[in-house]
């Protein structure tokens, strides 16, 4: 079975990350002519290179600079160098050839800020001599290309692209047309350079491993670390046959660390859980007492459509009728910011997203069962700006709160006084000046009205626009609760007599059954 890449996840720092890599060489160039020998023959090889010496282990770091001879040759040279990079790389190698020389070598990395990642696309994963595809499998596909060419031909359509639909390794024009957003990464490759060490041969790279982290603590191995499974195999231009393993080796946390993780952890998950506890709070409203509502509104004033002209704003005016209170001290008047409209459809619609809320209180200790209360209601005056700093009334409105807890969105056709003569008109046009609303509880009902029929016939409107308003609406009283504990209590006392009901006819059952058996016996 094919090694292939593996991905796993880590939130802890990749500077600790260490992977041991052993590489053995099997075979010399005439032992490995055609397939890659028998068993028996690696087998010699094998125990030849380990009597040989010809093997070599190393411990790459995360992002650990190891030079390659055909590196140190380069960056030993002072004019070759250009680059911040280059003369620090420079400095390594006089330091190492101070220091005695290169440790390694055929072993060696590319790291992040080389320039060998922009020169590999992609590492396809390495197989051993026995994934290798058969004889059958090879001339098997053939067989099926052959198939969809000769039903291309038949019916002069053009070849079908069997792709699968997600690509894995998308390239950067394909990044590009699809917008694909990838997380910033990190690589690392560990290189192998197989040449032969006779000082006479040419440069002969190999990737044996590379590393992918990402921004979310990603890590991509490929090929994956052997574990149990066969060692990956590597094959030079002189067909001469490397063994390899990758192995993981990290040093694992000692239990005193280990302690004082967890000891750390459990620290900031409290210290997290109080700040979320000082977030909400601890202290909740008790349900107000007997006979009395509390209503939370949660409301915003959306959008404003279909005015005549641009600048808008809206004012929001909160009418309580008897009996209605507010808990806190609170503003009953919500103003918007003036706004811009934009054409949408075949309206203008200004966006305000202006939120509010209120929390209220009705308490009557005159109120019988056959009597309804009155609901506070909500007045709404759409004004405009114009260019000489004039205000002009565009619109007046109202709606009631929702009576019932829950989500709604309500649209408010809103009109505005009309003059009855045409210089009114020209007036609002040119000066600015139009009819307006002296008191804005006339909208609805007027504050001084005490009579038992309101007509406002005379009274000359026309439309003008609409308000759109959202509003969450929470009730809470002792006589909910009450009925909804009594609700679940009435349930579950329900639920327990329909099981010994059943449970008692059961039993009767099973008692004639025992008779009817005794008398045919």
């Not at 408010?412 to 009819?435: E, Q, T, Y």
């Not at 307006?436 to 038992?452: I, K």
């Not at 209590?489 to 449970?503: Q, W």
């Amino acid at each position: 079975m094919a090694v292939q890449e593996a991905i796993y996840r880590t939130r802890d720092s990749l500077k600790n990350l260490s992977i041991k890599i052993e590489l053995c060489k099997l075979t010399s160039g005439g032992a490995a002519v055609g397939i890659l020998g028998e068993t028996s023959q690696l087998t010699a090889s094998r125990a030849s290179a380990v009597a040989g010496k010809d093997t070599e282990t190393w411990v790459f770091h995360w992002q650990e600079k190891i030079f390659s001879q055909q590196e140190e040759e380069l960056y030993a040279d002072a004019n070759n160098c250009t680059t911040p990079l280059e003369d620090k790389y420079h400095r390594d190698i006089l330091a190492l050839r101070n220091e005695g020389g290169r440790p390694n070598c055929r072993l060696f990395s590319y790291v992040d800020n080389d320039q060998f990642r922009s020169q590999v696309d992609e590492v396809g994963p390495l197989l051993t001599d026995s994934d290798a595809p058969t004889f059958a499998s090879r001339h098997f596909s053939s067989v099926r290309r052959r198939h969809i060419a000769r039903r291309t031909e038949l019916v002069g359509a053009p070849p079908l692209r069997r792709q699968p639909p997600v690509s894995e390794r998308p390239t950067e024009e394909e990044r590009i047309s699809h917008r694909i957003t990838a997380p910033s990464s990190q690589v690392m490759y560990i290189m192998a350079d197989l040449r032969r060490l006779d000082g006479h041969d040419l440069t002969d790279e190999h990737v044996l491993c590379r590393i992918t982290v990402d921004s979310h603590g990603v890590v991509s191995v490929n090929p994956d670390f052997n574990k149990d499974r066969p060692a990956h195999r590597v094959e030079n231009r002189h067909r001469e046959v490397f063994e390899y393993r990758l192995e993981h080796s990290s040093e694992p946390i000692s239990q005193q660390e280990r302690t004082k993780e967890r000891r750390i952890l459990s620290e900031l998950y409290s210290r997290h859980a109080n700040y979320l506890h000082s977030c909400v709070g601890s202290t909740f409203a008790d349900p107000p007492e007997s006979g009395a509502l509390r209503v939370m509104l949660l409301g915003e004033i959306a959008t404003a459509q279909g005015f005549e002209y641009d600048h808008l704003y809206v004012t929001a005016h909160l009418e309580l009728p008897e009996f209605w209170e507010l808990e806190e001290d609170q503003s009953l008047s919500v103003t918007t910011q003036i706004c811009r409209t934009k054409s949408r459809h075949k309206y203008n619609v200004a966006h305000f997203s202006c939120p509010f809320e209120y929390t209220l209180l009705y308490h009557n200790p005159t109120l019988t069962s056959d009597s309804l209360p009155t609901w506070p209601r909500i007045l709404l005056e759409v004004l405009s700006l114009d260019s000489w700093d004039r205000h002009r009334a565009e619109g007046y409105g109202y709606t009631d709160l929702p009576k019932r807890p829950g989500e709604y969105d309500i649209t408010v056709h809103m009109w505005r006084p009309s003059g009855i003569r045409v210089l009114d008109k020209m007036k609002r046009f040119f000066v600015g000046g139009a009819p307006e609303v002296d008191d804005v509880s006339f909208v609805a009902q007027p504050r001084d009205f005490e009579g038992t029929h309101l007509s406002k016939y005379g009274f000359r409107t026309e439309s003008s626009g609409a308000v759109t308003l959202r509003f969450n609406v929470l009730h809470q009283s002792r006589t909910i609760a009450e009925r909804s504990q009594s609700a679940g209590l009435i349930k579950h006392k329900g639920i327990n007599a329909s099981l010994a009901a059943t449970l008692d006819a059961y039993h009767r059952a099973k008692q004639r059954a025992a008779s009817l058996t005794t008398t045919l016996l």
